[in-house]
């Protein structure tokens, strides 16, 4: 990025955070490790991986960071319509953004499951 000579609120940065890393403690510290080796101080979008694990531990630590500043939007990625629906039910500040699977293939492969 400051190579590219962009001033940074020309750019938009979205991470996600691996399931390895879904508690509360873990999710922090992978959030600013990627703040880090990105070098900025904050990220525009921050999104869950996938529904497994402490999803509600770590998405504390997005609602932290979040009100903090760090965080501009967060929220989940490959979570059904019902999982949605319930994580939102149990969460302070409602996911932002669901990011979904969508392509010509997949209601075949998940028809072969």
């Known amino acids: 990025m400051e190579k590219s000579g962009i001033d940074r609120k020309e750019i938009f940065l979205a991470s996600k955070v691996w399931i390895e890393h879904f ?6 510290k992978s959030v600013l490790e990627s703040m ?3 070098r900025t101080d904050y990220l525009d979008l921050m999104l869950l991986h996938q529904p497994f694990g402490d999803t509600y531990g770590a998405w504390r ?5 979040y009100e903090a500043g760090k965080l501009r939007t967060i929220g989940i990625s490959n979570h059904y319509v019902d999982r949605m629906v319930e994580f939102s039910n149990f969460t302070r500040i409602k996911p932002m953004v669901n990011q ?6 997949f209601d075949f492969i998940v028809s072969q499951e």
């Not at 630590?61 to 960071?65: K, Q, R, S």
């Not at 979904?100 to 293939?105: G, K, W």
Request: glycine residues 0%; proline residues 5%; charged residues 45%.
């Open 23 to 28: 508690d509360y403690e873990e999710c922090k």
């Open 100 to 105: 979904m699977e969508v392509h010509p293939l």
């Open 36 to 38: 880090e080796k990105l």
């Open 61 to 65: 630590a997005l609602e932290e960071l």
